[in-house]
């Protein structure tokens, strides 16, 4: 049987764009959360290179911070971190004199995880900057349109 002939369009008249049309992209919720992350993290990221510390990093000495003798299983389930990844980073923060591991009470296998006062000290200035830093980028919203925007981002990625 023959094949049957497409229609043909004619073709398009060449234009330049003078106004980019970001429509469809912004009714998109991924969109939209990565453009506010990346201006917040920009900014995140030049504030915690004072303290050497990475976006990943900061979390994990954060909950280190508010968690003393979390195990590194832990760290892992609660950030999606790969073990060998962190066993790196642990090591690395072990080595910086912040985080130090220690027998873990009740189970003979885990390590508890502990900031140093070296840590300590460090995270008291780091949260600081990094809360600083958060209430600068969100300037234009006011407190209660930041917790809500938290608590919405929240119902999208953490389970019910």
Request: net charge positive; aromatic share 4%; glycine share 4%.
């Amino acid at each position: 049987m023959p094949e049957r002939a497409k229609p043909s369009r004619p073709p398009q008249p060449l234009s330049a764009v003078e106004q980019v049309d970001t429509s469809f992209l912004e009714t998109l919720i991924g969109y939209n959360a990565r453009r506010a992350a990346l201006a917040i993290i920009d900014v995140f990221l030049q504030r915690m290179a004072v303290y050497g510390l990475r976006p990943v990093d900061f979390s994990v000495l954060s909950l280190i911070t508010h968690n003393p003798g979390i195990t590194s299983r832990q760290i892992c389930a609660v950030l999606a971190i790969q073990p060998p990844n962190l066993v790196s980073m642990v090591q690395t923060l072990v080595q910086r004199g912040l985080v130090e591991r220690r027998a873990h009470p009740s189970d003979g296998r885990a390590q508890g995880l502990y900031l140093t006062p070296e840590g300590e000290a460090l995270m008291q200035e780091a949260e600081r900057t990094a809360s600083r830093s958060e209430t600068e980028s969100a300037q234009r919203l006011t407190p209660a349109e930041r917790r809500t925007l938290i608590r919405l981002l929240k119902k999208v990625y953490l389970p019910q």
